[in-house]
């Protein structure tokens, strides 16, 4: 889906907080734009704006949509996915296939530079990957490389991805993600997240741009980077700009006074609804897969396993009463005027395996919440009403709206008279520190897909190291999430997938609520602009 114009507009372009699909910047250059004759870039940098936030630049320290806004277009992976396809193909890598069930080779080219003119080989390659998993950090990807046994570089252009289990059906997938991103053994520490400005100092980047300057969650400054050799072309544009915005309501002023070009997360339903109205926006609907979803932490919530009062059985009955609670359809229709629908699973619609079964196991059995049924269900276990459970959210992180989200969530679990819900929220910096340290015993995610595949909705949670920390453990789900990363038949690999669904419907670590699709808000005089089916933010302009 693409977006054209013959005139460039400054009243912009804005992307809804309702999705999880890329964005791609094809040729926005102010004053025209388009490919020089000789390749080069040229016109007007473009000014994109955002109320995300950047956990660290360091890849192996983050694992958040806002930090991976940025680094799409710094750091080179060996394979991406085809804007207009989930396909995994190469990007710097020159061809990537499995040389036996156990070993995956990467061929990368020769001359291969970084922007600071280091040498781009095979030990930098394998030093990503090394240092990922050696520095393990909570709020990093690493979970994601559960199946590395260990990576070798024979030559300088040569990469031999040891395996521990044959026929990874995802391992391809998880090359194009957040561990994915390639660094420069030169500059970044082996042991430590490696501090932002000094990643910046060195130019340690390798994708189309390179950041020139760098003001934490203030402003970032990109400009192309000449040595880049991947998938992309060079830049139409001669640099971005990215500005942070505090408050959805500045963004939304910026795109209206024609201030920024682009608009990346997160306007309100409300603030998309209102810029419909301007004849000079136009809305975009694309392809998407956010998920917005309840985390329960086994060890502080109610009866959970470092409380005075452990109990499993009981913390199990007040995981599904919330699930007997929720409302989702109010949700959806009273917080987001539909921008997101109800989610029943937790692979949400549209992806192989997808099922509901939390439709017919929680609330009415079709969809709606049953106070009367959460009522038994805490009865039967012995829980005394009303359950105190601490809820948090974070205020800036996924949009505006997040707080009458959780507004609604309180009410809803309160109008029951079964809980008395401590509602509080805590901006993203810290919120994402603090949720993986046990401070918040059930709180607020969201999740933007790495891959499009269901096991990106599966692996990341549900393996007993997994990206929440929220000491989630159960073998039968680990076994089932193993097994279908393998599995070569793709009809008994579809109903592992759904078993997985339903074993976790039964636990509850999670309790799904939303699914989004993209939304985007363009001013009529964009050009090139395309939501795209990868799930990454890109500046670049167009695959080769």
């Known amino acids: 889906m693409s977006l054209h114009h013959s005139k460039r507009g400054r009243i912009g372009l804005a992307i809804g907080a309702f999705g999880a699909s890329a964005l791609?910047?094809?040729?926005?250059?102010?004053?025209?734009?388009?490919?020089?004759?000789?390749?080069?870039?040229?016109?007007?940098?473009?000014?994109?704006g955002t109320t995300d936030k950047v956990t660290t630049l360091d890849p192996a320290g983050s694992y958040d949509n806002g930090s991976l806004a940025v680094q799409t277009q710094v750091f080179p992976y060996l394979l991406n996915t085809d804007y207009n396809s989930t396909e995994v193909v190469p990007d710097l890598a020159e061809s990537a296939e499995f040389t036996s069930p156990t070993e995956y080779t990467v061929t990368l080219p020769e001359g291969l530079k970084w922007a600071n003119g280091n040498d781009l080989t095979s030990a930098d390659v394998k030093f990503s990957f090394d240092r990922n998993l050696k520095i393990a950090d909570p709020n990093g990807a690493s979970s994601l490389l559960y199946n590395l046994d260990s990576v070798e570089a024979p030559d300088d252009t040569t990469v031999v991805f040891h395996l521990k289990t044959a026929n990874d059906q995802v391992f391809p997938?998880?090359?194009?993600?957040?561990?994915?991103?390639?660094?420069?053994?030169?500059?970044?520490?082996?042991?430590?997240?490696?501090?932002?400005?000094?990643?910046?100092?060195?130019?340690?980047?390798?994708?189309?741009?390179?950041?020139?300057?760098?003001?934490?969650?203030?402003?970032?400054?990109?400009?192309?980077?000449?040595?880049?050799?991947?998938?992309?072309?060079?830049?139409?544009?001669?640099?971005?700009?990215?500005?942070?915005?505090?408050?959805?309501?500045?963004?939304?002023?910026?795109?209206?006074?024609?201030?920024?070009?682009?608009?990346?997360?997160?306007?309100?339903?409300?603030?998309?609804?209102?810029?419909?109205?301007?004849?000079?926006?136009?809305?975009?609907?694309?392809?998407?897969?956010?998920?917005?979803?309840?985390?329960?932490?086994?060890?502080?919530?109610?009866?959970?396993?470092?409380?005075?009062?452990?109990?499993?059985?009981?913390?199990?009955?007040?995981?599904?009463?919330?699930?007997?609670?929720?409302?989702?359809?109010?949700?959806?229709?009273?917080?987001?005027?539909?921008?997101?629908?109800?989610?029943?699973?937790?692979?949400?619609?549209g992806f192989t395996g997808a099922i509901e079964p939390l439709k017919e196991m929680y609330g009415d059995g079709a969809g709606g919440p049953d106070a009367e049924k959460a009522k038994v269900t805490l009865e039967a276990a012995g829980v005394e009403t009303p359950v105190a459970l601490s809820l948090q959210y974070s205020p800036d992180h996924y949009g505006p709206s997040s707080g009458d989200e959780y507004a609604l969530v309180k009410s809803q679990l309160e109008e029951s008279g079964l809980f008395s819900v401590d509602l509080k929220s805590t901006e993203w910096v810290q919120y994402s520190k603090d949720r993986t340290s046990d401070v918040y015993p059930a709180y607020q995610l969201g999740w933007y897909p790495d891959?499009?595949?269901?096991?990106?909705?599966?692996?990341?949670?549900?393996?007993?190291?997994?990206?929440?920390?929220?000491?989630?453990?159960?073998?039968?789900?680990?076994?089932?999430?193993?097994?279908?990363?393998?599995?070569?038949?793709?009809?008994?690999?579809?109903?592992?997938?759904?078993?997985?669904?339903?074993?976790?419907?039964?636990?509850?670590?999670?309790?799904?609520?939303?699914?989004?699709?993209?939304?985007?808000?363009?001013?009529?005089?964009?050009?090139?602009?395309?939501?795209?089916?990868?799930?990454?933010?890109?500046?670049?302009?167009?695959?080769?």
Do not use: M
């Open 24 to 48: 791609l910047l094809a040729g926005c250059a102010g004053g025209g734009g388009g490919n020089n004759d000789d390749g080069g870039a040229s016109g007007e940098p473009i000014i994109v």
């Open 173 to 349: 997938y998880i090359l194009t993600s957040f561990p994915g991103a390639i660094v420069d053994d030169e500059v970044f520490s082996a042991d430590a997240v490696t501090p932002d400005q000094d990643i910046v100092d060195a130019n340690a980047f390798g994708g189309p741009y390179a950041i020139t300057s760098w003001d934490f969650n203030k402003t970032v400054e990109f400009t192309p980077n000449e040595n880049y050799k991947g998938l992309l072309d060079a830049p139409v544009n001669s640099g971005v700009i990215l500005s942070y915005f505090a408050e959805s309501s500045n963004l939304k002023l910026a795109v209206q006074q024609g201030d920024i070009d682009v608009a990346y997360r997160a306007l309100s339903s409300t603030d998309v609804e209102d810029l419909s109205k301007n004849k000079d926006v136009q809305i975009v609907n694309g392809p998407g897969g956010e998920i917005r979803y309840i985390v329960f932490n086994f060890n502080t919530q109610p009866y959970g396993a470092t409380t005075p009062e452990v109990d499993a059985a009981k913390a199990l009955a007040v995981r599904q009463a919330v699930a007997d609670l929720v409302d989702r359809e109010a949700l959806s229709t009273q917080v987001y005027k539909g921008t997101y629908t109800p989610l029943y699973s937790f692979v949400p619609e």
């Open 451 to 544: 891959y499009s595949d269901a096991d990106n909705y599966l692996t990341p949670f549900f393996l007993t190291k997994n990206f929440l920390g929220n000491h989630f453990s159960d073998q039968q789900t680990e076994d089932l999430i193993l097994q279908q990363a393998v599995e070569t038949d793709q009809a008994k690999r579809t109903q592992e997938i759904e078993d997985i669904q339903t074993r976790v419907a039964e636990l509850l670590s999670t309790v799904p609520l939303l699914q989004g699709a993209q939304v985007a808000v363009a001013g009529t005089g964009v050009e090139g602009v395309t939501l795209d089916a990868s799930f990454k933010f890109r500046f670049a302009p167009v695959t080769k």
